[in-house]
């Protein structure tokens, strides 16, 4: 698991740069639901704030 802080703020800017394209979707996230669930929290998480108010 990679779990470090910075590759947290990784997946909060992928998940905001993912949001804010058109064509983006969930179904994108790069990160492995068992390998590195806490990574694709955060990067879900980002894209679905990004997506209904902007910035988070």
């Known amino acids: 698991m990679q779990g470090t802080f ?3 703020e990784q997946a909060r800017d992928d998940g905001i740069a993912a949001g804010k394209e058109p064509s983006g979707s969930l179904d994108h996230c790069p990160y492995d639901e ?3 669930p806490i990574l694709r929290a955060i ?3 980002a894209f679905v704030t990004s997506r209904l108010y902007g910035e988070p």
């Open 43 to 45: 990067w879900q998480n």
């Open 34 to 36: 068992y390998e590195d």
């Open 6 to 8: 910075s590759g947290s």
